[in-house]
C-alpha cells in the first residue's frame, strides 16, 4: 500500500482543482479521513484474521461498495454545512475509492478486492510501479522508507500536483473564457429587426 501520509493527496487534489467555493474545508477533511479509512482493516489482521482473508488487508474495506457506503454515509453527516448532497457523495466516493486503486498499482501485498461481496477475485493493476509500504515495523528501515516515499512522489504526488493545479487554472480561467462569448458579432440587439427576405 502507499503510505498513509500519501492516500489524501487524491481529496487534496480535488480540493484544489474544485475550489473552496465547491469543496469547502470541512469536505477536504472529510474526504482525508475516508481515503485512509480503508487501512483500519490493519485492526483485523490484529486480531487474528489473514491478511488474504476478505475481512482481512486490501479486503472488503477497499470494495467499490464499501467506497459507496461511505460517500452517502458522509453525504449525510455532512448535510449541516448545506453542500449539495451529489458533490458531496461523488467526492467522498473518489476518496474512499481511490485507497483501493491507488493499492492497485502497489508491488507487493495482496491484490484489491474491488468487486466485494459478489467476487472474492483480488485485483492488481497491469502496471505495478509504486513501492509498497511495509505494514511490519520491523521492516520500516531507513532505507526502505526513502524509496517509498521518493516512489510515491514520483508517481502519485507529481501527476495530482500536476492535475490539482491544470483544474485550478482551468476553474479560473473558464468563467472568463465564458463572459466573453456568445461574440457581439453574433448577438442580435433587441430592437434589430430580422432582415426582409424580399
Wanted: net charge positive; hydrophobic share 50%; proline share 8%.
Amino acid at each position: 500500500m502507499p503510505s498513509f501520509l500519501t492516500h489524501p493527496a487524491v481529496p487534496l487534489t480535488l480540493g484544489v482543482a474544485l475550489g473552496p467555493k465547491t469543496a469547502p474545508p470541512a469536505l477536504i477533511i472529510a474526504g482525508v479521513a475516508v481515503s485512509i479509512l480503508p487501512d483500519l482493516d490493519m485492526l483485523t489482521y490484529v486480531m487474528g484474521i489473514p491478511l488474504s482473508h476478505e475481512y482481512g488487508h486490501r479486503g472488503f474495506s477497499h470494495s467499490i461498495l464499501f467506497a459507496v457506503l461511505v460517500a452517502f454515509l458522509g453525504a449525510y453527516l455532512l448535510r449541516v454545512y448545506k453542500i449539495p448532497w451529489h458533490v458531496t457523495a461523488c467526492f467522498l466516493f473518489i476518496s474512499a475509492v481511490s485507497h483501493g486503486i491507488l493499492d492497485a498499482f502497489t508491488n507487493g501485498g495482496h491484490g484489491i478486492l474491488f468487486f466485494w461481496p459478489w467476487s472474492e477475485t483480488r485485483y492488481f493493476s497491469f502496471h505495478r510501479v509504486i513501492e509498497v509500504s511495509p505494514i511490519h515495523f520491523e521492516r520500516m528501515l531507513p532505507n526502505r522508507i526513502k524509496n517509498v516515499l521518493l516512489s510515491e512522489l514520483l508517481w502519485i504526488w507529481l501527476p495530482l500536483t500536476i492535475i490539482g493545479l491544470s483544474g485550478a487554472f482551468a476553474r479560473k480561467r473558464i468563467p472568463r473564457l465564458t463572459t466573453k462569448w456568445p461574440h457581439k458579432h453574433y448577438v442580435k440587439k433587441n430592437n434589430e429587426k430580422p432582415m426582409s427576405m424580399t
